[in-house]
């Protein structure tokens, strides 16, 4: 698998017209944008994914439906639908994409990665089964469907119950706020 050339952008999130690879965005802190896709279920579901035991951030923990770094020359929204199609085997089209917001995520590891992100976030509903989902084993460890009220719970507990990224905290408040108001 070759590795992802992607797009580098400012502090602030403006283009720069310049491109380095994943490795090189990570070792040396380039800001860089990603995609993610919240999946909703019209009777008050959310999708989670468990992030593969192979990552090298986070491994097993409960996340995001879809996430992932968006490609040189690649916009946003087409970022998201390929990540889509990658990671659960789903298709869907800009339509069914619902802009939440742009959330900045700046961090750095005990394994040397530093990674600035903007987070591009979207919410899509979902319109098949779970077992119609396909993994990307790479990528995701597993998928389940959790209710607005069994989110709200484990994110509660998140510094503690090992369920959630618990420094997203805030973001992950702001995703399900944006998806209940949605889905009514």
Same mark, same amino acid.
Request: hydrophobic share 40%; proline share 1%.
């Given at each position: 698998m070759t590795e992802e050339c992607i797009d580098i952008v400012t502090q602030t999130g403006e283009a720069t017209g310049k491109t380095a690879l994943k490795?090189?965005?990570?070792?040396?802190?380039?800001?860089?944008?990603?995609?993610?896709?919240?999946?909703?279920?019209?009777?008050?579901?959310?999708?989670?994914?468990?992030r593969a035991a192979s990552k090298a951030i986070y491994p097993l923990l409960w996340d995001v439906s879809v996430s992932?770094?968006?490609d040189a020359g690649e916009s946003i929204t087409n970022g998201g639908i390929r990540e889509t199609q990658e990671e659960i085997g789903l298709k869907i089209t800009t339509s069914d994409l619902h802009k939440i917001g742009v959330f900045d995520c700046f961090k750095s590891y005990n394994n040397g990665i530093i990674d600035n992100e903007f987070?591009?976030?979207?919410?899509?509903?979902? /319109? @098949?089964? $779970?077992?119609?989902?396909?993994p990307q084993v790479e990528e &995701?460890?597993?998928?389940?469907?959790?209710?607005?009220?069994?989110? /709200? @719970?484990? $994110?509660?507990?998140?510094?503690?119950?090992?369920?959630? &990224?618990?420094?997203?905290?805030?973001?992950y408040l702001k995703v399900l706020k944006s998806?209940?108001?949605?889905?009514?």
């Open positions: 490795s090189e965005i990570h070792s040396q802190g380039l800001y860089h944008n990603t995609a993610h896709i919240w999946f909703y279920t019209k009777d008050g579901y959310i999708l989670l994914q468990q992932g770094h968006v987070h591009h976030t979207f919410m899509a509903e979902l /319109k @098949v089964p $779970l077992s119609e989902l396909v &995701v460890e597993a998928l389940k469907l959790v209710t607005f009220e069994a989110f /709200k @719970v484990l $994110l509660k507990h998140s510094t503690t119950n090992g369920h959630f &990224v618990a420094s997203n905290y805030r973001y998806i209940e108001q949605r889905s009514n």
